[in-house]
């Protein structure tokens, strides 16, 4: 699962009963008392051998009417019942097979949660029995809550089933993480069981031209005399529940291959001459994922589909991943580059970790996610060299460092309900902690445990202990005290760095202090010292929370650099100088060391050694620290110099990085030059997205009645940056006859459109005068406020800030005092 983590930590949630029939679905609020319940692996009564669904949409009703045949065996102890999570259903019929023969049995499900089924014998663990289940799923009366990560846990998604919404197509898919699976088809929905798996769908006849996807190989598709079509999707290798899957749609199937598998890509029409740009790197991203872990891919085929109103980000459905259709980027968004290239890589390496081994229980997701997580780091590194990868592996870490998840373990036995695992923790913080854990064994030794991890437990389940064991075999070293502060426990090392020298005795020394309230951590550091251009490297060990180390050198250093690499995952204060962080970036190199110099530099642009690192900032091969280069001067008051001037004119104009360019217009356009209109005017009709819009938004500072003038022309081909900047603009133009049309889609809107909706509307709310629609609008951004909370304090300040400034402007006037009191109120 590839969730939207701005910084994320899960959100609340609510246990469920389901009513009767059609009634709606009553939601409880749990107490407490979650904070005394241990989190254990389910207990295995049955175990699934293979689950066999004959299954048929009605678009009308947004049902399904469902035909299983599950077949099981007794765990170990001899059993007369079985126990199936159904949520929701009708339930039908319930028989056991014989021969072909079905007998009923006997069965409760009051709850209508669970299907207690009355076998017709005891059996033991070597008998096999097959039981029936006749039934009806109807996910749009099961009202289950879902949480930041995934948004809703009905299971089955009926989108625009009517075709009501032009704007809109037609999409049947399904969403089985965390335990969904179980609103479509009965069940043991848990991850610590395995089963093979047939579908057997039948598409309705006037949908039958649509194409559907599923789990393993598509075996048979035939037309039926009544006009509907049946596909036949089979699976012959076991996998959980959860991840069981079927799409249905208006899509263009784009077929590439890795190794003689088919690989597909399947978009929407709109997108398929593009679909190559989206998805094309994923037999690549197979051959490299297959050559470090030594395991090949394990599924016969890798399919790739796109969702309309999808819950999460994406989601690792055994062989056929579900991704949100904001990956469907047109040719004009791609030339700022695929910003959703880690969803695909993100995904794929579930089908090794998640997949072919899959987390015994939702407290050890991190067995999934914080893999699937560092792949990223891994490809980047792979695919786009050492700085990709470290810029990666650094916003990862500033992300979970962000999340207000301090207290949280990444192996957690207590949590309210399992989606609150989907956070900072499980992602964020267990791909860092794998970062740290390659770089001290080495690759040889990192790969080689992954490998010995995945062949023990192949099509089976894991837990953080054989990860460890894995580790332990294969390097002969006992890493408990690794496992214990970062897997079993919480926090990371808050320290501040100082440096002393002592010319008598020809030493430096080196002080952490590890400043967190809890523990203190072990800690394998590299310590760099530089001297004359020459670099010696010593590796040290914290384990108390005041470390000093002393070295050995012939004068002061020109540079100490503690953790050489940047590897380690902790809040830092490091005391350097100014004239020691320019050494860093010429010297140190790495992404870390030449962004630390330059976010330093930035704080003290009144001084020409700051600037000049700027300047090396601006001239850097990379174009991320470019990038940050450039916002650091939009945030100073400081008077550029020519030469400066010069050197960001010539980004604006020339940079091969897109969002370079763009950065650099928006620089300019803060100058408010009138010799630049022409290019601002030019840039406008840029193919990026990102050039254009910032191009637009430079023109409107010197402008804004031309920029505004262009508006109607530039709206018929715009998104992202262009997008967002138009609307920005157009709520000079807006006023209440706006408000419902506004109102509504904010109130629609995906949380994965990000916060600028929001902060947008906070703007336009400027120029509402209607006091109730403006009431209602502020009700509707602390509503907002309060889900990216959890997610990003960061966020929900901004938009408090922005709310704050709105409440100032408002009171200010005696006819719009009212509103100002109320937001006032709110905020409260």
Known sequence: MKSFIL????????????????????????????????????????????????????????????????????????????????????????AIVKNGKKTPLKYDYSDSMVLNIHLDKTYKSNETYLIYIDYVSRPNLYKGQGSAAITDAKGLYFINPDGKDKNKPIQLWTQGETEGSSVWFPTIDKPDQKTTEEIILTIPKKFNTYVSLSNGALISSKKNADGTRTDHWKMDLPHAPYLFFFGVGDYSVTKDKYKGKEVNYYVEPAYASVARKIYGNTPEMMAFYSRILGVEFPWNKYSQMTARDYVSGAMENTTATLHTDAVQQNARELTDGNKYEEYVAHELFHQWFGDYVTCESWSNLTVNESFANYSETLWNTYKYGKDAGDKQNYDDMQGYLRSNSFDLDLVRFYYKTREDMFDAVSYNKGGRILHMLHHYLGDSAFYKSLNTYLVEHKFGTGEAHQLRIAFEKVTGQDLNWYWNQWYFGYGNPVVDISYGYDDSKKESTVTIHQTQKEHAFILPIDIDIYTNGTKKRYTVWTKDTLDNFTFPVTQKPDLINVDGDKILLWDKQDNKSLAEYAYQYTHGGNYVDRREAVEFASSQLDKPEALAIIMLGLNDKFYDIRDIALKSLSNTPVPPSPDLIQKIESMAKTDPKRPVRAEAIAYLGLLKNPQYKSMFVADTKDSSYSVAGNALMALARLDKDTALTMLPELSKDAKGNLSEVISNLSIFTFDDTQFDSLYTELKNMNLYKGVTPTINFIQYLNNVKNTDNFKKGVDLVIEKRKIYEPLSKQVAEVITSQLQQLAQAKSSTTSTKEQGDYIIEKLK
């Open 7 to 94: 910084a994320s930590a899960a959100i609340l949630l609510s246990s469920v009963v389901m009513a009767q029939d059609q009634e709606a679905i009553v939601v409880n609020t749990q107490s407490n008392n979650w904070k005394k319940d241990y989190r254990a692996s389910a207990t295995k009564i049955n175990d699934l051998i293979h689950t066999k669904l004959e299954v048929t949409p009605d678009y009308n009703k947004c049902f399904l009417y469902g035909k299983e045949w599950v077949s099981l065996h007794p765990h170990f102890y001899p059993t007369d019942s079985l126990s199936l999570d159904a949520k929701g259903m009708q339930i039908n019929e319930v």
